[in-house]
């Protein structure tokens, strides 16, 4: 907006102040806004602003290049360059706004000298919290008071990371955990003795698989005497060892006191308890000891595991993850990689529950249009299902009948309302014909779950939008709560004539969320059945409204959402962990970048336990990211031993690390000097238990094998050697125009489901070889990730580093990622070399460094 000073009448002259307020009013928002609170009416004189007029433009010494330097924790100087055609004195006024904190304010004097002079403006805070931080500053003349410079700057605070690799991370962390002396070794004198249950030699077989599959060590099955060392897994009921063993501890009538679920694990030198309060504890008495085992023995061989007693049950019975096959993402899913995932980190992590999104990603058949192209068959979701029930975990099915209803209305447009393929009319004469056939054929590939999700989130009649010739004639008058109070009594009927819970989303019946004007559907509240559970995600919306529907006599879940905080815990059974992602191993899609590896563990630990200290995602990462990455992505190493031993990369490297000039076809990715890998350290990197070993060199110098995209020229490495695993660190290189982006990304909706980058062919000394593909999100990420997407589920470490970019807008921050992946070498072959080629792919691949581990020979100790 300009307005001209003729429209004041008077054109103002330097040295000259004059009084001005702004202000904005919008009836719409209800907002009043002043520029100048003046207390009162914005016209009042007293209060308003004072707007100084200052000769040309050199009185204002401009002020450029503003950049903020860390100086240490907590501590920078932000500087900048200023013209000044004389030595003047200036007051220099600046405020921080440290994330979760008030607004400090400082003063400082700064002389500047004449010319181009630069300004240092020491900027020291107390952050106790991550985030954006922002500062404004402001420097005014000393004699005049005249403000001649300002300006505004945010941040991220980035605390240092408190994760070691030496600590010990449970996923979800136990709630009494204390660590005694001493360690229990497995070895192959070991015996797994289970009780009376068939459940049980379910998590003795789990046990065993584990051990073998990562340490090589052979649990026997048959129980021998004299019992050396034993695993006693069970309940009180089903094995009177065991209740023996819990009684000695004075542990018997704790583990009975404890909700349903607990668990009580007893880890001593020679004897092991594993108890549960009923067969889930018990699982999950297994699960906890294996974290132990894998925490404690990443640098040996022998699997031990540390000594001590956990007392742990779940806070919430409800404890769900929500897995897609269909719906908005269309992601082909293998469900033998969908296995893994339920296995290591759905029942891993205890949760208990799969709401599993269905929608088109069943091979219908009495409607076979609904059918999308990664639709999976009854036979394979019978066999998830029955392994899914074998890891303790239920499953729940879950379609979308009302909003969100494109599967349905995209191929059978006469269901539509108003037009709409998004929204389904209710009083279609065949809408429930269809629903019913839909929820059969479900619950029947499903294997008669118990509970039905129905969806009915985000309902959103076109009504307002669609002239009136086009409205639904059968709905037409009706209001649409009373729609929508009937479609989920109707729903619910068909469920309950079945013998099925129904589960539905709660926002569209919250007042303050979707429930609200102009439809008005809260008051389908009063109308519905009260044994429908809703998933409410509305919480963060609408606080309190978990409570609210809680009184109104309904089971509620929080849903959508990665915990339960303090507040909602009273008034929830759980909470749905829902991540809007089809594949959550893979962190990146044909919808980009987008990591959620952590954030199913920090779900886990906040659906188990109720976040009582509000532990952010990030702060939660801060102390554990490696450590739940590293238990998580593991490599399988029957017989390994933790030596590594790097291999020589000096004469293949063929690509500098560093970038002269932007766009240029040299240098590291082509992106600038400021946008490079020159931090990358010379020699011996040391990332947890493995070494490895840079190649050295000025700045121009060739640091890296580079797989590019352009050229194609496949790589040849040298080896000679045995090894347990050869151990990559390297990294990817995404296009970086929008262009080349979309064609990469778009690679991720073909199958095969991976999106392999280079070819890694591994040569033997006997002339066989074998294929090692490097997947996109698996085994190698983006160098420049975005969001979480370095979390990969093959990558048990990476390697953090800065770009000068980030050095300099976001000091103590790094946004490079080295990635670590181990490829294990099951054939125990001599390698004699490997050969890196481009698959074709828009993506560049860049080796940094390259190891071996040893294999260890013979039994192990
Ligand atoms: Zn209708």
Redesign the pocket.
Known sequence: MRIPFSDFGAVPKPGETWGLNICREAPSTGELSYWAPTGGKFTRIRGIGDLVFVKGRDAAAPVSDVRLEEQGPGAYILRAKTKSPRAVKRDCTSWVQTPGDAVSRKSHPVEVAPGDGHLAIPVTFEATEEGEAKLWFTIQDRETQVTLAYGAYSFQVVLPSEASFSKTVLVPEPKEFKLTEGEFGIDEGTILQTGSDKSEAFIADLIRDEIQTYYGVAIPEAVRDPIEKALLIGRPETSPALRDALDRCGLLGRLKALKPEGYVLVVGPKRVLLAGRDARGTHYAARTFLQLVSGATMEGQVPRALCGTVVDWPDFPFRGYMVSTGGWVSDPVDPDILKEHIRKEIAGYKYNTILWRVKGGYKYERWPRLTHRCALSRDTYRELVRFARAHSIDVMPGINVHGHANWIGLKYPEFR??GDYRTL????PKTYELITDVIEELLDAFDRPKRFHVGLDEVRWQTLNVPEEKR????KGVPKWK?FADHVTRLHGILRARNVEMWMWADMLVRRHNGRAPFDCYKALGLIPKDIVLCNWSASYAPGSCRELEEKGFRVVRGNSREVPLVDAPHVVGNLASFWHSTPWRTITHIGQWGVAMDTAYGANFSWNVNRESISLRRYLRGNDINVLRSLARARLPRARAGCRPVELSSVVNRAVTDEEAGDGKGWADLGPEQDLRALPAGRIVIGPVNFQTVPGGDAASRAVFISSGSGEPVEIPIARRAASLIFLHTLILPADEKGQKAFFKRFLRPPVEVPITNCRVSFTDGKSQQVAICAGREAGNWLPKRNAEYLHHCPYIYRLATEKARRTTPGATDIVLYVYEWPNKTGKEIASIQLSHTGTEADYALLALSTRDVAEGRTP
């Open positions: 309302e108003d009319c209710t009083r279609h639904c004639v059968r709905c729609l």
